[in-house]
Structures are given as structure tokens and as C-alpha cells.
């Protein structure tokens, strides 16, 4: 659990991107299914199908009912998991066609069937147009989606009524309706790219300041305010019978003199430093590096009782015989330490806690500095 700044992943905005693609997909088509299967009871019923061929006129109301049950059970994956997502959408680029082209075999049954009056062939390519009108002006969140399900719905009749030297006026202006929706579904699909686009901007700038409201901007590391709010969440779940956990508190000693000596940007470069050396002495721990103000940092660190005060003497060692680099300056620092670990019957909260390794790394200062005391 280390903090380590406030960039916004590129990886995290790519996957949320699949992720509400996906979302929109399946909250616009989820019920959509069933829209062709109210058109064929409409009409299968005008054409009095039942009659002519009950056979297929029922098998194609549960063809119809078991394509739209299966678009409803194809629930998105959770959205962080962008392959999932992935998946997602090409078993659907195959399950999404299937309606549209029961339906053109409807239409095609129709229109060559010399037994249909005229009045209902002209009721289902109505409802074609509409169905293929949807698909356009609905299923853009990925266009091969709309292309396929228009082309689908639309080619079949268009064939077949331009073989029909009696329905050649139709042929023209269906065609020319084709050309419209193929122009409609570059437009749709280019607005929805753009307010795509715009929520994922938005959602990288809510990203970004939600960062820099949790984060020292100097150090990278967290700040005073996101490890409070870790330091309490981290208590109530080890009151409440959670993981134990440990508080590490270190304050660099006469930093004063550091900006005195070698100026205040040669001292930024200290902290900057010495917060790396932090991160490394606690990263093999499940740990949070906080900067608390000042030359004042903190650690939580999650696990058994003697990690902590392990890290935090093998840091003081290594700072007191190791100068830093500060800026071009080779700067001796020594650090004071306070170590504790979380007890709900003595610390009561995290404040508690805090109150304790505070007097701890005042003991240290107290004792001459370079040092660690261990809350007892």
C-alpha cells in the first residue's frame, strides 16, 4: 500500500474505457432483444403464419424469445477487469447479429411468399426500417455493432426487392434510406466517441486532484491528511478483531542547521531523498510513507509486532553512516524514531496511538538523538 505520487495510470483510464463501452452496449440492447419478437407475433399474426407454416411460425417465436433471454444474461464483467471486458464485447460482436438475421429471414419469407397480402409485406419492412434506424441511432458505442445489425436487417430485402422489376420504386428509395443510415451511423458514432471522451477527461482531472488532495507534493509520498484517514481505518478494523498493525513516527534531527548550512533548496533535496530511503527500507513491507510536516514523517505498517522497529533501526543505521545527496551536496542526516504498535485496550483509537509513539520519538530526542524508542 505505498504511495508513491499522484499520476493517473493511463492503464486504469484505458480499462474504464472498455469497461463503460461495455456498460453502454449492454444497458441499450439488453432489452431490445424482445422487440423482434413482438414484431413477429404482430406480424406473423397479420399474415395469418400460424396458418400457412405453424411450424416455423412458432419456431421462430422461441428463436426470437431465446435471442432476446440471451442478450440479458450477458451481463457485464466486474470493470476492472479490462480483458474480461475485452471478451466481453467479441462474444457479443456474435450474439448481437443473430435477431437482426432471424429477422431477415423473416422479411425474405415474406416478401418472395405469393400467399402474404401486399398491406403486410409493407407492415414488416416498416418494421425493419425502424429495426435498422435503432441500430444505428443505438448501437454506436462500437460501430462494427451498428454496421453489422443495419447490413444485416437492410441487405437481404433490398436484394430481393431490387430483383423485382414490380417493387424497383421501393428498391430506390430503401436504398437511398441505406445511404442516410450509413451517414447516420458515422455521426452517432462520432458523438459518442466525443462524450466519451469527454467523461474520460473529466475522470482523469477528478483522478489527478483526488491524487494531489492525498499526496505531498514535494515528496511523492502520502500526506498528513490521507494518513490520518488510514491511521483511523487501520485502528477500528484491529479493534474490531483486524489485522495488527504498527506506527512508525521520525523526525530529522537539527534539520535547521541543514538550511542554514546549505540553503533551503539543498534541504528540500534532503527530504526528497530521505523519503526515498524510507520507501526503500519499508518496501518489502505492507506499509504507507507519509510525510506529516516538516522534517516529520510517518509509516504504517501492517503485519507482526517487531517488522516495524526492525525497518526503522536498519534506517537510522544506514542514514547515520551514509551521507545523502542533497542537490549536489553530500549531507549527513541523523534521525530520532518512535515506534508503537496499535493495542485497542491502551491506544483506544489511532489518535491514541499517534499520542504514544509521539512521546516515544520525544524520548529519543531527549536521549540524545540518533536514536529508537519503542512505545511500551
Request: overall charge positive.
Amino acid at each position: 500500500m505505498s504511495t508513491n505520487g499522484p499520476a493517473v495510470g493511463s492503464s486504469s483510464l484505458r480499462a474504464w474505457r472498455i469497461s463503460q463501452i461495455v456498460a453502454d452496449t449492454y444497458d441499450r440492447s439488453k432489452f431490445a432483444g424482445f422487440l423482434y419478437l413482438f414484431g413477429w407475433v404482430v406480424v406473423g399474426w397479420l399474415a395469418d403464419a400460424h396458418e400457412m407454416a405453424p411450424v416455423p411460425a412458432f419456431a421462430m417465436v422461441a428463436a426470437f424469445l431465446a435471442l432476446g433471454v440471451l442478450r440479458l444474461a450477458m451481463r457485464p464483467p466486474p470493470r476492472e477487469d479490462e480483458a474480461a471486458n475485452r471478451r466481453w464485447l467479441r462474444r457479443y460482436a456474435w450474439v448481437l447479429p443473430l435477431a437482426p438475421l432471424a429477422w431477415s429471414a423473416v422479411q425474405a419469407w415474406l416478401l418472395l411468399d405469393p400467399r402474404v397480402d401486399p398491406q403486410v409485406r409493407m407492415v414488416s419492412l416498416v418494421a425493419t426500417i425502424g429495426y435498422a434506424t435503432v441500430f444505428v441511432n443505438v448501437y454506436t458505442t462500437v460501430r462494427m455493432f451498428g454496421a453489422v445489425g443495419a447490413t444485416a436487417l437492410f441487405l437481404p430485402p433490398l436484394v430481393l426487392l431490387w430483383a423485382d422489376p414490380s417493387q424497383r420504386a421501393l428498391a430506390v428509395a430503401l436504398t437511398f434510406y441505406a445511404l442516410y443510415l450509413a451517414g447516420a451511423l458515422v455521426r452517432t458514432h462520432a458523438e459518442y466517441r466525443r462524450r466519451l471522451e469527454l467523461d474520460m477527461a473529466l475522470r482523469e482531472q477528478r483522478d489527478l486532484y483526488e491524487g494531489l488532495s492525498r499526496t505531498d507534493p514535494l515528496t511523492g509520498l502520502a500526506n498528513r491528511r490521507e494518513f490520518t484517514a488510514r491511521l483511523d481505518q487501520l485502528a477500528l478494523q484491529a479493534a474490531h478483531g483486524g489485522p495488527g498493525f504498527s506506527l512508525v513516527v521520525l523526525d530529522i534531527d537539527h534539520f535547521k542547521q541543514v538550511n542554514d548550512r546549505h540553503g533551503h533548496v539543498a534541504g528540500d533535496a534532503c527530504l526528497v531523498a530521505l523519503a526515498d530511503r524510507l520507501q526503500r527500507a519499508f518496501a518489502p513491507h505492507r506499509a504507507l510513507m507519509a510525510r506529516l510536516g516538516g522534517e516529520e514523517f510517518g509509516v504504517l505498517v501492517e503485519g507482526e509486532g517487531g517488522v516495524a522497529a526492525e525497518a526503522a533501526q536498519a534506517l537510522r543505521r544506514q542514514l547515520a553512516h551514509e551521507a545523502l545527496d542533497c542537490a549536489g551536496a553530500r549531507v549527513p542526516l541523523t534521525v530520532s524514531i518512535g515506534v508503537g504498535r496499535f493495542d485497542p485496550l491502551r491506544h483506544g483509537d489511532g489518535e491514541g496511538l499517534y499520542r504514544a509513539v509521539d512521546r516515544a520519538l520525544y524520548a529519543a530526542k531527549s536521549a540524545g538523538r540518533d536514536r529508537v524508542a519503542v512505545d511500551a
